[in-house]
Nanobody, 125 residues
């Protein structure tokens, strides 16, 4: 069992920045590819960013490209999501997730094995 705990969410004005963190425990963190998803009310959970084993490869949703950056620190068992130039449409609950199978995760939530409880990000316009 892997436990994932997100932090760093909050209320921010449009144009501001937040850095989300997700700390893992219980499994060998470096063996998992990782991702951040988000879910707004009434909408499906969507992939924001994913990072491969070792952190060499990343991928982003079109809405996140150029504004968000995913990174991982295997020594700290932590994955980060730096979010800059935030917009009202970024408002959602943000979740981290881990995938023990793929070298870099897919956009399909069901392919991820473990999930955090989520952290709320609210961007005021």
């Amino acid at each position: 069992q892997m436990r994932l705990v997100e932090s760093g969410g909050g209320l921010v004005q449009a144009g501001g920045s937040l850095r989300l963190s997700c700390v893992a425990s219980g499994r060998i963190f470096s063996s998992y590819s990782l991702a951040w998803f988000r879910q707004a009310p009434g909408q499906e959970r969507e992939l924001v960013a994913a990072i491969s084993l070792g952190g060499r490869n990343t991928k982003y949703a079109d809405s996140a490209k150029g504004r968000f950056a995913i990174s991982r620190d295997d020594a700290k068992s932590t994955v980060y999501l730096q979010m800059n130039n935030l917009k009202a449409e970024d408002t959602a609950v943000y979740y981290c997730a881990s995938d023990p199978v793929r070298s870099i995760g897919s956009g399909w939530p069901a392919s991820y094995q473990y999930w955090g409880q989520g952290t709320q990000v609210t961007v005021s316009s």
